[in-house]
């Protein structure tokens, strides 16, 4: 059973902070990793994908994967009411994504 | 280029009915994903498409089914609808197969009374 686990959170951080959020996962033949943001009654927003170990940055975001912990992370820098939002980690290996179900993060201005 | 789209977007139906949920995936992509979300059981995978064959299914009944036709747009259909199946039906599309980034559709809501 491949699972994706999450702190769901809320996760409350002030305007301007460093959001961090984290997930592990159990399957070691995951491949690829992405974030997703949701907000309350909308879809999933594909934000950030990493597939080799390392950080990558784009704009206010950096994802962190570290294949031998089985860890992901994602920082948003500066972060801006408008995060505020539900944040979905998935991992997927050579099939299907599975999703984590996910960190609350509130941002107060 | 247009996003994934789905219809309907909302649907309220009586337990024992069937329902059919359309998906039309980003142009050019050739797989879709479908995935319940509830509340507490937060996104399942249901199943995946590609060249209108079903490369992989999730742990869900044989009530739920799906196709994929040669445009790539995709229909996914529940026969004898339970209260449990109300939830947020959302599809995803990606280039090709896989676990290459899926872009969401806007979902279909679906109530079951």
């Known amino acids: 059973q491949k699972e994706v686990e999450q702190n769901s959170g809320p996760l409350s951080v002030p305007e301007g902070a460093i959001a961090s959020l984290n997930c592990t996962y159990s399957?070691?033949?995951?491949?690829?990793f992405f974030w997703y943001r949701q907000y309350s009654g909308k879809s999933p927003e594909l934000i950030m994908s990493?597939?080799?170990?390392g950080d990558k940055e784009d704009g206010r975001f950096t994802a962190q994967l570290n294949k031998a912990s089985q860890y992901v992370s994602l920082l948003i820098r500066d972060s801006q009411p408008s995060d505020s939002a539900t944040y979905l980690c998935?991992?997927?290996?050579?099939?299907?994504?599975?999703f984590g179900k996910g960190t609350m993060l509130l941002v107060s201005p | 280029k247009a996003g994934v789209t789905q219809t309907p977007r909302y649907l309220i139906k009586t337990r024992g009915q069937q329902v059919t949920l359309s998906c039309s995936p980003i142009?050019?992509?050739?797989?879709v994903s479908w995935y319940q979300q509830t509340p507490g059981q937060g996104l399942q995978f249901l199943f995946e498409?590609?060249?209108?064959?079903?490369?992989n299914k999730g742990n869900f009944p044989g009530r739920f089914s799906g196709r994929q036709f040669s445009n790539s747009r995709s229909e996914m259909n529940v026969s004898t609808l339970e209260l449990g199946d109300s939830a947020l039906y959302l599809c995803?599309?990606?280039?090709?197969?896989?676990?290459?980034?899926?872009?969401f559709g806007p979902g279909t809501r679906l109530t079951v009374t």
């Open positions: 142009s050019g992509h050739r797989s």
């Open positions: 498409y590609f060249s209108e064959t079903q490369r």
């Open positions: 399957d070691r033949g995951s491949q690829s």
């Open positions: 990493i597939y080799s170990n």
């Open positions: 995803a599309s990606s280039l090709d197969p896989g676990t290459y980034e899926q872009y």
């Open positions: 998935a991992c997927g290996g050579y099939s299907t994504l599975t």
